[in-house]
């Protein structure tokens, strides 16, 4: 039996050296041959490692055939990607430049928070720094995996075309991993409760917020009306309910309101100094119970903070036309049974 394997050993030894012959001699054309070759000869030294017939290729022939085959790939490039077998492990570096050539040019990223609606990213994976393409989509179900094992609130995002995107201030999947589940550093993101329950008055406080949005535009196109008699108006915006708190996966913990921005042309077209413009509102607002504070002087304009309670106004006057910026009070959901809605004070 030793003889037989000794036998073998030489016969494989010869079946290797002749292969790097061929790679030796190979070309443009039989470069991807010559790299599946050295594949071979990797198989057969690692299939063989810890028997009795290892090192059937000696370590002489493999540094024969990697010099070879560094030759041949600085010579004629690496082969092209139709060319590459299906799962090499990567510690065949031999294919990767054709690897690197056909993996996709793609960027995952991951954004998580305590909101579906308010998410912000965390991390970034991106295809072509993993050698395989098998490797990256075990990366992406491993990031995946690990967020929903913890309940993390996420969604994902892909960018083409951005083999070198440095992810900006991003950590990458592996630093992350590292930073957050190997060394212990808490996620900036608290985890989804089990069997919480939502505020039972959040449909009524969503509801008072609609209400009293509505209300303080009326209020704004009367206090225009009352103090420019016949100006046009205009409603820039209105938003609400909008959280006016950093969200929560504990629903009574957020604030909630609404914006308005609505515009007044005093005596259009003609351009009203801002003084007249704030003499002429003053007094509509403190007759209907607005605070005026003093008037703060900007290149260009005239700025009053207003307030009522809970509610405030930023008036900005600028020659011929009045911007009122309304914010609600903040209004808050509480968890306790029977509960609507309460007003927190700023």
């Keep these: ?40 000869l990797e198989y057969l030294k690692d299939d063989f490692a810890g028997t009795s017939v290892a090192d059937l290729v ?7 055939a990697d010099a070879a085959i560094r030759e041949l790939i600085d010579e004629h490039g690496p082969a092209d990607p139709e060319d590459l077998p299906e799962y090499v492990p990567a510690s065949h570096w031999w294919w990767d430049g054709s690897y690197r050539a056909a993996m996709p040019d793609w960027v995952t990223v991951y954004r998580i928070g305590e909101a579906p609606d308010d998410l912000r990213s965390a991390f970034y ?10 490797l990256a989509e075990a990366a ?12 993390i609130i996420r969604s994902l995002s892909g960018v083409e075309g951005s083999a070198g995107y440095p992810g900006g201030a991003l950590p990458t999947w592996e630093e992350f991993r590292q930073r957050h589940f190997v060394d212990g550093v808490p996620l900036p993101v608290r985890s989804v409760p089990q069997a919480y329950v939502s505020p039972p008055g959040l449909a009524a406080m969503r509801a008072e917020i609609r209400r009293d949005g509505s209300a303080v535009l009326a209020e704004l196109e009367s206090i225009a009306a009352e103090a420019f008699p016949g100006s046009p108006t205009q409603l820039n915006d209105i938003q609400g309910p909008v959280r006016m708190s ?3 996966v504990y629903e009574h913990e957020e604030l909630w309101g609404f914006r308005i921005s609505f515009m007044v042309f005093p005596e259009y077209p003609a351009d009203v100094p801002p003084a007249d413009e704030v003499a002429a509102l003053t007094p509509v607002l403190t007759g209907r119970g607005w605070s005026v504070g003093p008037v703060q002087e900007k290149p260009g304009k005239l700025e009053l903070d207003v307030s009522r309670g809970e509610h405030r106004l930023h ?27 309460v007003i927190e004070p700023r």
């Design 246 to 248: 950093p969200a929560s």
């Design 140 to 151: 992406r179900q491993e990031a995946s995996k690990a967020l929903s094992e913890r309940g």
């Design 315 to 341: 008036v900005f006057a600028e020659p011929g036309a009045v911007t009122f910026h309304a914010v609600s009070p903040r209004y808050r959901a509480p968890a306790e049974p029977g509960a609507t809605w």
């Design 125 to 134: 994976i991106a295809d072509r720094a993993y050698p395989r393409p098998w």
């Design 1 to 40: 039996m030793v003889a037989q394997l000794e036998r073998l050993r030489w016969d494989a030894g010869m079946a290797a050296a002749y292969q790097v012959d061929e790679i030796e001699e190979a070309g443009w054309e039989r470069r991807a041959q010559a790299l599946r070759v050295r594949s071979a």
């Design 58 to 64: 000696d370590a002489e022939t493999i540094a024969d």
